[in-house]
């Protein structure tokens, strides 16, 4: 039997506020030197303490919305969520369940250099909680993180392959970073992704059980997980046993996972709403000022650069790697109004050279100005510059600026497009060579790229060979 999974995604984000969600502390974890420094009573969750909702917050979730081109909820509310943790001791979280900010629309992403479409279910706010460490036979908490700000996403479940999953996580990593709501690092937490997952016979509409696999906390964990995963589930189902409904946890050294919570101890969460907080109502003003801190995303640009500039899905991929090397293209475009030629000499000369040794060079460390580069292809176009002497000039301005007319000119790169003394060569050759034309015009084709070396050894091969082919052929007929 074929089988197909289905799968879907919850996603805590970091958000990259100054001040945590409810109070004034830090939400800078990273910087923290040691645990409990950017703590107080609210996100110590002492007795009575009131949380106040930090703007920034909201500001930011709902910039997240309209990046998405999702739909944004003027008005939304704060649930809360009961449960008892060593590292949440006030024993409850305050999210959104019933009316989260922001309804779904979907992300797009490019699996296979085809563009798609993954349906987001919605998002909600909410706050984190502390860290346990375990060490020597004691367990120890860390406030830093409790109370910092989270955005979970949570999506359809329209994923069915691995690649698909990976490449919308990496979308929606770029999106976060684009946009400034979160810097969305896996490794450092600011990023934690939970699978849902079962499968179904291929075709099929019916849904067996599923599983939720917790904090798979890299992209290349998450597709090992999901290929166990769907391994381990088809085995169960191929044997006529049932898929236990359980959260299970990934170990990404041993390969496996391993169950933590079956659905008959799942908990009963208590939802109600949150006594201490007002519901969300924006108004128009506010809802404008985050519409008007939108960019433009890199997916945006990448689409873009396929249909404006007629580019390969690999091209527009690495120029749209960083904002820095995207906007030099278009700069470079709009000097030469060449923009696949632009194109290439960035991907396959400039960031080279770049690479070359092995350093890590930025554009903004260039020697030369934009309108050097611009120059040079212009050269090219207007046939004064050979495409492999193109070369040679850009890396010599790359090695040590300075104009690239000037370098051409000091190294006899130009070549002449003076007509009248072109066709005097052509003349001369014609004139000198009369045995090889008649060869020729008795139909040996062949001798005829024995004129046009003969054309470039006249003017020491720095005149434009394509003007000497051109004539050559008018002239012999
Ligand atoms: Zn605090
Ligand atoms: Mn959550």
Redesign the pocket.
Known sequence: MEYEKVIGLEIHMRIKSQT?MF???KNALELASEPNV???P???WFPGMLPVLNKEVVRLGLLWGMLMGCEVNKHSRFDRKSYFYPDSPISFQITQLYEPIVWAWSVKALVDGKERDFAIHHMHLENDAGKLSHAGGKTLCDFNRA?SPLMEIVTDPVFHEKEEVMEFLKELQKMMRAGWVSDADMEKGQMRCDVNMSIRPKGSSELFNRTEHKNVNSFSAIGRCIDAEFKRQKKIVDSWWEVDQETRGWNDDTGMSKSQRSKEDAMDYRYFPEPDLLPLDLDEDFIQSCRDSMVELPIQKRIRYLSEYKLQDDDARILTKDKELSEYFEKLVELTSDAKKSCSYITTILLALMNEKGWTISISDLKFDISEFAQVIKLVNADELSSTNSKQVIEELYNNGWKADIIIDENNLRQKNDLGALEAIVDEVIAEFTSQVEDYKWGNENIFWFFVGQCMKKSRGQWNPKVFNQMLKKKLG
């Open positions: 945590k109070c004034s502390c950017n703590v107080c609210v996100c110590m109370g």
